[in-house]
């Protein structure tokens, strides 16, 4: 059974950066394009950013783009959300997954920017 294990978020102020970090476990990491979602309460999770089984490859919500970027380390089965110039309307539950989401969904980790 694929695992996923989210880390990183905490509670910051506006401008500042955080790095978000996800572990996977039970699966061929490196086989697969991994990706960042989020999602508000009461919300559906939504997609963020996306990397591909090499990490050559990128794709991002137009909202984020320039100011997150995600990275992978495939040595530790893990990939990373470099969150910069936080805002207040960055505040949300961000999750990992597969782009599809096809792997069980993990507890996320909360990041709350105040301003």
């Known amino acids: 059974q694929v695992r996923v294990a989210e880390s990183g978020g905490r509670l910051v102020q506006t401008g500042e950066s955080l790095r978000l970090s996800c572990v996977f476990s039970?699966?061929?990491?490196?086989?697969?394009?991994v990706a960042w979602f989020r999602r508000a309460p009461g919300k559906e999770r939504v997609f963020v950013a996306a990397v591909s089984r090499s990490g050559g490859g990128t794709r991002y919500t137009d909202s984020v783009k320039d100011q997150f970027t995600i990275s992978r380390d495939d040595s530790k089965n893990t990939v990373y959300l470099q969150m910069n110039s936080l805002k207040p309307e960055d505040t949300d539950v961000y999750y990992c997954?597969?782009?599809?989401?096809?792997?069980?969904w993990g507890q996320g980790t909360q990041v709350t920017v105040y301003s």
């Open positions: 039970g699966v061929i990491f490196s086989a697969y394009a």
């Open positions: 997954n597969h782009p599809e989401g096809m792997f069980s």
